[in-house]
């Protein structure tokens, strides 16, 4: 009994209040996120396929053949430049196209605010499924609304999701038009926190709107630009379910996504092991490009 | 006490009932199956419930789109059905995972089940090194679609028998009006080069099936030919959905000729408007040479056992009864998929359907594709082969020796299994 309460007391002083009050989430995310990680870091070092499934002793230790192999398929550089292409127009637009409505939504002559931010941020809240069925409907090319409107303009209907130049950019609108809102609510929070003040003071040095705009607002969002910028890469670098219900990666591959090759090779093919190690390259790359933002940042932020 | 009594009642009622269960026991047979056929099959489960008392059968369906994963996921969780119907060209990767349980004992001791009243070539489908996996259940195989007034019009009276012949007829057709395609290939589609290639008699892979072959002779020989219908612009180099409606275009003699599978003689029927249903007719395909029969491919969807079946017995009576003659013209009647045992094509309606004539020649000329688990996987790769060559010019050689570059990576695993676990 004494020795219990030793133990305990050991452990109180060792392990503060806060410890214990965080230990369930702690051994959650222990169970649930590190210990797949971990497993799927050495997954990535065998060659776990059809053939270990069916029987175990089949595994083999690979070391970075999977690595080296990932190097050398075309379908890995095609998917990359594609997650690319995605993350570099469809992240850029989103994050302008954001702040622009943020900037109007939060416009002294704008009334009913409320009204229009829950209209503008129910894209994010409705289920992506369903949002790619309308779409698909709207991206018909004999029935969809896009080609009807195209056809009142007097052009030529485009083969929205089949054609190789305008798979792409198709999917990039629809998700820019259903995650914006997310940005947007950030940018409005990050526009209110700017005084009014220093607006007043500008307009008393008789800056214009563009000047109010390029020398207060600018500079003083940018920590909350730092910040959209960073979310937005990660979840654009992370596209799957878009290509996957609107085109299956087609036509020819032209909007297959590393994502989306991952599950092909994961859950398609049951190539696990290299599944995983396309998974950890994808996660070197956007720990990259985060980190280089993040950098550039700072550079911005000590500027004389 | 009015109470008591009603519950008394009650509770004899419930322990009779429960000894009646006892006297006998219903076993349930889990049977997963996809897409319509999902559907249908189930009109023929009160059938088979009232001659086999004590069995049960539930269906499952599954679509099509995402029966491949769930059936892998769910072998991989243990929670396979007693029975699942299955594409024969998934049948060797779920014998490499050891998930089906061989048949060749129970067809042998059945007396419903004679093998030679079945298409040789779909069941060697369903073999996997000799060991029989899968009872076949309705057929797929791939002939020529066409139109009858075109090709008239063209100067031919009836289909292509040769390569050659084929060729030529092509041509004619185009010259009728330049804006048009004489054949519809659509280039996501990997199965006319292996057609052509097995025709020619391509084994598209050597070395025990571990090794790409696409550069052997008989294989370029066949991929000449699919390049020159492109080159000479007989069919568009469009995909599949790029096609915004297949039958209208097929209406509007956008195309006069489309290689495809037995599901469209419905379609077209029911799609195609009322003038042109004397006008288009179905053909075996085109041999490479005059005096034999042009190769299809043995398609079809297999029904199995699970080697994890606790009902093994009552599960193999599910799958005789769905294979016997009549049972597989009732199938017939309800989803229009074409029965794979010779004298299930005796039923009247099926016998009278002139569309469906040429699938019951083509099917004694069939043959199967490489058995191996990595079949679909190869196949994807050909379909990128296929887009390098037509869409940006890339030469026979390039492709094809990538091609095969390709191949041997993904059959790495499979030449060391054959040279450490023979």
């Keep these: 009994m004494t020795r219990v309460s030793a133990r305990f007391a050991w452990c109180k002083r060792r392990f503060g209040a806060g410890f214990w009050f965080a230990l369930p989430a702690l051994s959650l995310i222990a169970l649930f996120f590190f210990v797949p990680v971990l497993t799927a870091l050495a997954l990535s070092f065998t060659d776990f396929d059809i053939y270990v499934l069916g029987d175990f002793s089949t595994l083999r230790f690979v070391g970075f053949g999977n690595y080296i192999r990932i190097m050398h398929d075309p379908l890995f550089w095609l998917a990359l430049r594609n997650t690319f292409y995605f993350v570099l127009i469809g992240g850029s637009l989103s994050v302008v196209f954001s ?152 036509p020819s591959n032209h909007t297959l996504s590393l994502g989306l090759l991952m599950f092909n090779e994961g859950f398609r093919w049951w190539n696990m092991g290299y599944a995983s190690a396309l998974a950890f390259v994808l996660f070197i790359i956007i720990l990259m490009v985060t980190l280089i933002q993040a950098g550039v940042g700072k550079i911005v932020r000590t500027r004389p | 006490m009015k109470k008591i009594l009603l519950l008394l009642v009650v509770l004899s009622a419930q322990s009779f009932s429960g000894c009646r269960e006892h006297a006998a026991p219903v076993v349930v047979v889990n049977f997963w199956a996809l897409g319509r056929e999902g559907e249908v099959v189930r009109q023929l489960v009160p059938e088979f419930e009232r001659t086999h008392p004590g069995i049960k059968v539930k269906v499952q369906q599954i679509p099509w789109s995402a029966a491949h994963e769930k059936l892998l996921t769910s072998f991989a969780g243990r929670v396979m059905p007693d029975v699942f119907q299955l594409g024969n060209t998934w049948l060797p990767e ?100 292996v057609i052509l290639g097995l025709q020619l008699g391509a084994h598209l892979l050597k070395d025990n099936n571990s090794r790409g072959d696409f550069e052997s002779p008989e294989f370029r020989r066949a991929f000449r030919f699919y390049r020159e219908i492109f080159r000479r612009e007989l069919a568009p180099a469009l995909a599949e959905s790029q096609i915004a409606n297949l039958y209208q275009e097929f209406a509007n003699s956008y195309f006069s000729m489309f290689i495809t599978g037995p599901w469209n003689i419905g379609e077209f029927r029911h799609r195609l408007p009322a003038w042109l249903q004397e006008r288009w007719a179905t053909a075996p395909m085109p041999a490479p040479i005059a005096g034999i029969a042009g190769l299809s491919l043995a398609g079809g969807a297999s029904l199995a056992l699970s080697a994890a079946s606790k009902n093994k017995a009552e599960a193999w009576q599910w799958i005789e009864f769905l294979s016997r003659s009549e049972q597989q013209a009732a199938f017939y009647r309800l989803s229009g998929d074409l029965p794979v045992r010779r004298s299930a094509w005796q039923d009247e309606i099926l016998a009278a359907d002139d569309k469906a004539a040429a699938f019951r020649e083509q099917l004694e000329a069939v043959v199967s594709l490489p058995r191996i688990p990595e079949w679909e996987r190869i196949a994807s790769r050909l379909v990128i082969a296929l887009e390098r060559a037509i869409r940006e010019g890339a030469s026979d050689d390039e492709v094809l020796s990538e091609l095969d570059r390709d191949v041997d990576l993904i059959l790495e695993k499979r030449r060391w299994l054959l040279e450490h676990r023979p």
């Design chain 1, 99 to 250: 702040l622009a409505v943020a900037l109007l939504v939060n416009h002294g002559l704008v009334r009913a605010r409320g009204l229009f931010r829950t209209l503008l941020f129910l894209p994010v809240v409705t289920t992506l499924v369903a949002v790619a069925v309308v779409w698909r409907y709207l991206y018909h090319q004999r029935y969809g609304a896009f080609n009807w409107l195209l056809e009142q303009f007097g052009m030529d209907p485009i083969d929205w999701l089949g054609d190789i130049h305008w798979a792409m950019p198709a999917i990039i609108l629809m998700a820019v038009w259903k995650n914006f809102g997310f940005n947007m609510i950030i940018f409005i929070a990050g526009l209110q926190s700017i005084p009014e003040r220093l607006y007043e003071a500008a307009r008393l040095d008789g800056a214009g709107s563009w000047a109010q705009f390029r020398y207060i607002t600018l500079p003083l969002l940018f920590p909350t630009f730092l910040f959209v910028g960073v979310i937005t890469m990660i979840g654009y670098f992370q596209l799957f379910a878009e290509p996957y219900l609107m085109t299956q990666g087609g």
């Design chain 2, 94 to 193: 779920f014998v490499a995972l050891k998930a089906i349980h061989p048949l060749g004992e129970q067809v042998s001791r059945s007396n419903d089940l004679p093998l030679n009243d079945f298409y040789s070539g779909i069941v060697d489908s369903n073999r996997v090194e000799s060991g029989l996996y899968g009872i076949p259940w309705y057929v797929d195989t791939r002939v020529l679609f066409y139109r009858k007034d075109l090709l008239t019009q063209a100067g031919f009276n009836r289909p292509p028998a040769t390569w050659e012949e084929w060729m030529d007829m092509m041509e004619h057709v185009k010259r009728l009006d330049s804006a048009r395609y004489a054949l519809l290939i659509p280039m996501n589609e990997w199965q006319l080069p």
